[in-house]
């Protein structure tokens, strides 16, 4: 039973293990292709999270915790710059299948990882087909 101060810390150690799961595949897996379904399928569900945490709680919410203290600012900061360095990272890849790079941009700026899983779906969808026309 979790501490009555931290009632969502099973939520956090669940996505945490994802997380480290899906570092160390990629790390296993140099050559392994992104997977479509994997990301959308990512992006979907994330989505339909945070329609339910914006129901549930609102939207101010994040605000307050971003700016409350230092913690919050730094995560908001860490966010910014994860968001940053991967959309720089994909940026070359999906302007070479043709991507229009401000639209994706904008959408990733406004949802974050949302955006960012179903940029990167797209992508390993363009790349898919460009290898199979290729074949």
Not at 16 to 45: D, E, H, M, T, Y
Not at 53 to 77: C, D, F, K, S, Y
Not at 111 to 130: D, H, K, V
Request: aromatic residues 12%; proline residues 5%; contains cysteine.
């Amino acid at each position: 039973m979790p501490d009555a101060a931290y009632p969502h810390l099973p939520l956090v150690l669940v996505g945490l293990v994802f997380a480290v799961a899906a570092i160390i595949s990629v790390w296993l897996r140099p050559k392994a292709r992104g997977s479509v379904v994997l990301a959308a399928a990512l992006s979907a569900g994330f989505a339909a999270f945070t329609a339910i945490t914006i129901a549930r709680e609102g939207v101010m919410p994040v605000v307050a915790n971003h700016t409350a203290n230092l913690w919050g600012v730094q995560v908001w900061w860490d966010l910014l710059f994860s968001l940053g360095v991967a959309f720089f990272l994909i940026a070359p890849r999906a302007r070479a299948q043709g991507m229009n790079l401000p639209a994706w941009m904008l959408f990733v700026l406004a949802t974050a990882s949302i955006g960012l899983l179903m940029m990167c779906a797209r992508l390993f969808w363009l790349e898919n087909r460009a290898a199979a026309r290729a074949a």
